[in-house]
């Protein structure tokens, strides 16, 4: 059974083209699709998929060796650098923006994480990577359609509460993330573990993290007063708080 087949068996169909937003969705409706999705994916337990891979930690993975590069690239920036406004603000930004990186990072109970994960594999928990209103509906017959099966994998079922959250921060309004993870955790039967797990990731700076990462891989040009509008506008997305 191959990936198509074994969605379609769930009343899942993989339409290959993202939708059109839905402005009659509530938030709390698409976290309700979202859970109904994983609910389907988690009836029978069966063993492995072929052409699913697994991400289990490689998030928190990569957040670590993010924080230990856009580190270094600071440090090199500060000992070469010239007498640039723009490089000036980078330094004193991207310092502050890996400090809380590093400090939110540290909010996590290993213990609490190592059990989530844990839990993820003896489920065989999937998630479907982007969950969104343009890439996860459902149709008045109750079939469930997404945009690409390409970010299918093997992951905790909170990481697409978190995709959708990285989203909704985005839009700059403010929600209530609070409220998302809790509804999220209670449709879904998850615990406060997963509750503390989902809120401490609500609050890394991804969105400023991801700029320095684009300025250390050279896609940014750091001399450029773009710079500078790139990494607050990320910063008014990553200081949506949990309220």
Do not use: W
């Amino acid at each position: 059974m191959d990936i198509y087949e074994y969605l379609s068996s769930k009343s899942i169909i993989i339409s290959d083209e993202r939708f059109k937003g839905n402005v009659e969705v509530s938030i709390s409706e698409q976290i309700q699709l979202i859970s109904d999705a994983h609910k389907r994916l988690l009836a029978g337990k069966e063993a492995i998929i072929p052409r699913i891979q697994s991400v289990i930690g490689k998030d928190f993975e990569a957040y670590k060796v993010d924080i230990k590069k856009n580190k270094n690239y600071i440090s090199k920036i500060t000992n070469n650098k010239g007498t640039s406004y723009i490089e000036d603000y980078l330094i004193d930004e991207g310092t502050s923006i890996i400090k809380n990186a590093e400090e939110t990072l540290s909010l996590l109970d290993l213990e609490i994480y190592f059990s989530i994960i844990k839990r993820s594999m003896k489920r065989y928990e999937i998630c479907l990577g982007r969950v969104d209103e343009s890439n996860l509906k459902r149709d008045k017959n109750e079939i469930i359609y997404i945009s690409s099966s390409r970010y299918i994998a093997y992951d905790l079922l909170e990481s697409d509460c978190y995709s959708y959250i990285k989203k909704i921060k985005r839009r700059k309004r403010n929600y209530n993330i609070n409220n998302i993870i809790n509804e999220f955790a209670n449709k879904s039967a998850l615990d406060d573990d997963s509750v503390k797990y989902l809120r401490i990731l609500s609050i890394y700076p991804n969105e400023s993290m991801k700029v320095l990462n684009k300025c250390r891989n050279g896609k940014v040009d750091i001399t450029n007063e773009d710079i500078v509008n790139k990494l607050k506008n990320a910063k008014e997305c990553d200081d949506i708080k949990l309220l």
